[in-house]
């Protein structure tokens, strides 16, 4: 059966950074397109970085383009998030998915793998 782990997550200072991995299992990983997700309490799950299945393209929201970066190494079967300039509008349950056959896409749904989730907590 597919799995989707992270790790990577912690307690972290304002302007500190972090780097989330995302392990997969249970699946052709190179087809899948993979992408980053967070959500906190009472809001819906939020796309953060997208990566294509080769690696060549990836996509990220706004509010961290410049300060986070994602890539992938197929033949590991992970991907990564790397998280710098850490702000407190950061803290949020981390997500990995991945996304069969597809493109990278913004919107949760389109996604048919998810991880377990890990915890990211900036503090001021």
């Known amino acids: 059966q597919v799995q989707l782990v992270e790790s990577g997550g912690g307690l972290v200072q304002a302007g500190g950074s972090l780097r989330l991995s995302c392990a997969a299992s249970?699946?052709?990983?190179?087809?899948?397109?993979m992408g980053w997700f967070r959500q906190t309490p009472g809001k819906e799950r939020e796309f953060v970085a997208g990566?294509?299945?080769?690696?060549?393209?990836?996509y990220f929201a706004d509010s961290v383009k410049g300060r986070f970066t994602i890539s992938r190494d197929n033949a590991k079967k992970t991907v990564y998030l790397q998280m710098n300039g850490l702000k407190p509008e950061d803290t949020a349950v981390y997500y990995c998915?991945?996304?069969?056959?597809?493109?990278?896409?913004?919107?949760?749904?389109?996604?048919?793998?998810w991880g377990q989730g890990t915890q990211v907590t900036v503090s001021s």
């Open positions: 998915a991945g996304r069969s056959l597809g493109l990278v896409s913004t919107t949760n749904r389109a996604y048919d793998y």
């Open positions: 990566i294509s299945r080769s690696g060549g393209s990836t």
């Open positions: 249970g699946l052709t990983f190179s087809t899948n397109a």
